[in-house]
């Protein structure tokens, strides 16, 4: 008998619905798969003849095929074991056919109980665009999979109990939709631990209002790993789409199976990173930490320390939001719309401009230092700013600072005005602006063209720096409630683009 049981492939973020087709007849007994699949695929056999042994159902000793659909899309990973056990039931008429609203997805151990897969949001997601209306999954990630409230999620614990709710001996409860609350993100450090550093408080202020990216530059010890954990505590709450987003990215990539995001990412990749564990790749490409960050914090600490090639990746990504990985078999897209913060000293040894210490770098050390970060990335950094060494009278005699609640209120007035401006755009904040947003939205009056002209020639901007600057001007105005751009915001947003002259 012939049957047909329907499952998911992913690809990147994207999915494939696959059928797997299972024929039995007579001949010599043997147990072939076929599809395009990898390795952990075509091993599903003996995890799926241990599962049905061990669940006291029959795999007759006949010639048995199975077909994954469509065969020229490569298969990979466990998860279609499921699917081929309740395929396998129904052509040796241990259950009836399957109905086609029906999917199943998920890894079988030798005893038939379930184990967690990576993806169970992002298959949830696209059995309802398949308009598909149950999907039967492991427990241990069904709670996930439950979020999309279109698609009813059955938790399935083992291979046996499935086997008994497709008879309709004792059926499965499907799962109640998953609620989710937004939370800030967990700071380790909050603005009123860090002392001094009034101006840069300031920078990550404007930064994690209109998403800015910011550069740290600063001797060891000022501060800047501090400013840089005390930033992702000042990010608004996600909204549902935006948990959604996270949840399923940080899924496929394996990282939290069973698990829910519900604040925005922090992640600090170490400086000897290589490039595609940054950006997402390998034989079968999974997101990288751009990609883990999406609507969250990229740090990069000791940013010239990373290798070359690796931060020149990064270039792509910060422009569009979005990283493309090629293979020959398929192409993969990712999001990356991260905001990235990055921190370094101003030379190998961390003191050079510095009054009390001594820099012992030579003036080649310096030259090579200064040019492990290229221009091109530089100039896709909105703030720049210096980090200087804390006076001894604010680190002995510490004074009353603001508190990280206290500038998330300011700074969630300001995303609120954003909002607004951009409800009929694909954008949601002053940073994701284009150059027709820059038009509409960053007009400046007549007083302020001489200023602007002034500084594009003394400064040398290019103009993608005078976009953002432009772009951190609209930004400082909606902290300071202004419709328009004043000279004001517009002079401050010069002088963090004015830092990059002192690196």
Known sequence: MLSSVQTISHIGLDGQKIDVEADMH??????IIVG???KAVDEAKERVRGALKNSNLVLPPRRITLNLAPADLPKIGSSFDLAMAVSLLVASKQIKQVGKESMFFGELGLDGSTR??????????????LGLKRLYISSKVAKQAAIIKEVEVYPVDNLF???????GEKLITPLNPTKLKAKIADSEVDLSEIYGQSQAKRAIEIAAAGNHNILLTGPPGSGKTMLAKALVGLLPKPSFSEMLEITRIHSLAGADKDSITTNRPFRSPHHTASDISLIGGG????PGEISLAHKGVLFLDELPEFKRNVLEVLRQPIEDGMVTVSRATATYQFPARFLLVAAQNPCPCGFFGDST??????IAQLNRYKTRVSGPLLDRIDLIVPVD???????????HVEKTQDVHQRILRARKIQETRFNNFPITTNNEMTNKNI???????NALEQLAKTAIDKMNLSARSYMRVLKVSRTIADLDGSRQILSKHFAEALQYRAAKSTI
Not at 116 to 126: F, N, W
Not at 357 to 362: E, Q, V
């Open 116 to 129: 967690p897969v990576s993806g169970a949001l992002a298959t949830a997601q696209i059995a309802k665009q």
């Open 36 to 38: 395009m699949a990898n």
């Open 283 to 286: 034989q079968w490409p999974k």
């Open 357 to 362: 210490n001594t820099c012992t770098c030579s």
């Open 161 to 167: 109990e499935l086997y008994q709710h497709l008879l």
């Open 26 to 31: 007579n001949g010599l007994p043997a147990f």
């Open 439 to 445: 038009r509409d939205f960053c007009d400046i009056s």
């Open 389 to 399: 060494k804390i006076k001894t009278d604010e680190l002995i005699h510490k004074k």
